[in-house]
């Protein structure tokens, strides 16, 4: 990175951590700026290595100020980001739109997932801005599962319910819930009243032969059926006389439409694969998504629907069902598809279960799959999801959901509930390195370090960190003879052994070849003068075998002895690591001197910086 770069990277970040800072009323985070930092700036990523340390030191500056520093700073570093701050501090408490022609207690809107499997991060966008604008217009929320595809879109009988547990864990309750598989003779019989009306008829050319007829803009001969022949022939394809591909019952629409698309669309076709429910498993003659949406929108009183802006013909195929019906079309608005960054996983159901099925995902909850189970697994709320989905509003172009901004939302709510623990991680790239603690000839190392449980709480009060022979990162180990702050116990000064004086991350963790550290004292002022850095670190004997599960991949370490006391579920903080679950606890197992063991005591998810 050239001096230049530098530059620009420095005042960039000084920039994102006071805007940062102002937004939550907290101090910022290293990692918290960094995913706004590089989106912003992309010719940056080249050089993410180096950045958290060109950073720290601007971040930790103005950790240093208070609110009114902090503003009037921005306002001199990036007066338009202040004055963001400022509209938003002003503005009404509605991040999404009005909805067109709605009123107090009488929008009805429905989510209408496909069970085909439990939901991943962008299905939560629905559920998100629906339950938002129910509570907003003391609305009705209903969650419709269009299950009426059993063969390429076959449901997943455990989605059902991990769907409607996810909606509750984003923090909304629904209404109504419906199956579309429970519905079918409802959509026979409006199939048949179609028929009637002469919005539909019975056809059995091959697809590739209509295909030809309506792009040409000419009918199928099986147009001009008389209504009774259509009956008996829609009849035989509900009683299963038909196999797939046979006939269908097509709408009857304007065949020369200008949108080939719209032209005698089909209503039902046949299935020969039964349905996996046992309620729906005997059928055999199926509608099609638009013909069984467009009829339970109408019959649930649907006021406004969300859809994709790909499926805007969605609403012209129904409106011609409407139009024989004499219905009124609910309101309709379209939005672009989400995007997230940090996953190497496309947000894609059969992806997902594809790899989950061929052992490279251990389930839905893997830590590295962009599913709400996984991202609740780690300790994330459902309100952080459901605030970062609202900010993305409801434009029609693509957006992108940067999870930094689920996990800063995150990180408010849960930072003051979190209580703090020291992980010392045992990486391939960065050891955990065992030392003993020895005497100085005029300071007696203490037997214990005191940190708090929580640096803004005193009253929780201080935990118990057994000292003597202690583990740190290697990378955490000063130059030979130079001094750290081991947080909560004091300041120690690094003594290698000869084979180690070069480079110690190079050396087995044996205290003997590691070295020793030498305990100075206890005052803070060497940290506060500069030049000391302040580490974590936990007991080599008494710390408990940790595996922590990530997005990247799983890492072993080491936990100090104190984190017995947080109860499974719960969400800590590993200091200067980040916010973690705690998932399954074994209070039997204990550390092993030379590494962890494989079976840990400790097994926490990762959830942000």
């Known amino acids: 990175m050239d001096d230049e770069l530098r530059e620009r990277v420095e005042a960039a970040g000084e920039a994102a951590a006071l805007f940062n800072a102002l937004k939550h009323g907290s101090d910022p985070d290293v990692g918290a700026i960094m995913g706004p930092l590089m989106g912003e700036n992309p010719e940056f990523r080249p050089h993410g290595d180096e950045i958290p340390g060109v950073i720290a030191p601007i971040v930790n500056r103005v950790a240093g100020m208070d609110e009114s520093e902090r503003r009037d700073r921005l306002g001199e570093v990036a007066p338009e980001r202040l004055a963001t701050l400022e509209a938003d501090d002003e503005g009404d408490d509605h991040v999404l739109p009005d909805l067109p022609n709605a009123e107090e207690g009488e929008v009805v809107m429905r989510a209408a997932p496909n ?162 429910r046992e309620e729906a498993a005997d059928y055999r003659c199926w509608p099609m998504l638009d013909f069984q949406s467009g009829i339970d929108d109408h019959l649930t009183g649907v006021t406004h629907i969300i859809r ?182 004091g300041c120690v000064r690094y003594e290698p052994a000869d084979e180690l004086a070069d480079d110690p991350s190079d050396g087995p963790t044996d205290a003997s070849a590691a070295g020793s550290l030498v305990y100075v004292d206890a005052s803070i002022d060497v940290v506060r003068e500069g030049g000391v850095d302040v580490v974590h670190w936990v007991p080599a004997a008494e710390s408990l075998d940790t595996l922590l599960r990530t997005v990247e991949g799983d890492v072993r370490g080491y936990v100090e002895p104190a984190v017995a006391d947080a109860a499974v579920d719960t969400v800590v903080q590993f200091e200067r690591v980040g916010f973690a679950r705690i998932d399954t606890f074994d209070p039997t197992a204990t550390a092993d001197p030379d590494g962890p063991t494989g079976e840990e005591a400790l097994v926490a998810y990762y959830a942000h910086p």
């Open 115 to 276: 069970p085909n499997g439990p939901w991943h991060m962008g299905h939560a966008r629905m559920p998100a801005v629906i339950g938002t604008y129910k509570e907003r217009y003391d609305g009705e929320f209903i969650c419709r599962f269009d299950d009426t595809d059993p063969e390429t879109k076959r449901p997943d009988l455990g989605a059902y319910d991990a769907i409607l547990d996810d909606i509750a864990y984003l923090g909304f309750e629904v209404d109504r819930v419906l199956r579309a598989s429970d519905r079918l003779d409802t959509y026979y019989d409006h199939a048949r009243d179609l028929i009637d009306a002469g919005g539909a008829y019975t056809c059995d050319l091959p697809a590739e032969e209509f295909s030809e007829l309506k792009n040409a803009g000419e009918p199928s001969p099986n147009r001009d059926k008389d209504p009774e022949t259509v009956h008996d022939e829609f009849d035989g394809m509900i009683a299963g006389e038909y196999d797939a591909g046979e006939m269908v019952l097509r709408v009857r629409t304007d065949i020369e439409h200008k949108n080939p698309a719209l032209r005698d669309w089909v209503a039902f076709r046949m299935i020969d694969t039964p349905h996996p």
């Open 308 to 489: 994709g802006i790909d499926l805007q013909d969605s609403a012209k195929r129904q409106r011609f069902v409407y139009d024989y019906f004499d219905w009124e079309y609910p309101e309709v608005l379209h939005w672009g598809h989400v995007q997230l960054d940090e996953y190497d996983i496309s947000l894609s159901t059969s992806t997902i279960k594809s790899l989950i099925e061929a052992g490279d995902l251990t389930g839905w909850d893997d830590p590295r799959a962009p599913t709400i189970a996984a991202v609740r697994r780690r300790g994330i709320r459902g309100e952080a999801i459901v605030e970062s989905m609202t900010e993305l509003g409801m434009s029609t172009s693509d957006v992108d959901l940067a999870m930094s901004s689920v996990y800063a939302n995150n990180r408010d709510l849960v930072d003051d509930e979190a209580d703090r623990y020291f992980l010392v991680r045992d990486r391939e790239d960065d050891p955990a390195v065992a030392l003993p603690i020895e005497d100085a000839p005029d300071a007696p190392a203490p037997d214990a370090g005191h940190p708090p449980v929580h640096p803004d709480f005193p009253d929780r009060g201080d935990r118990t960190v057994p000292a003597g022979r202690v583990r740190i990162e290697a990378s955490d180990l000063p130059d030979a003879g130079e001094r750290v702050w081991l947080k909560g116990y």
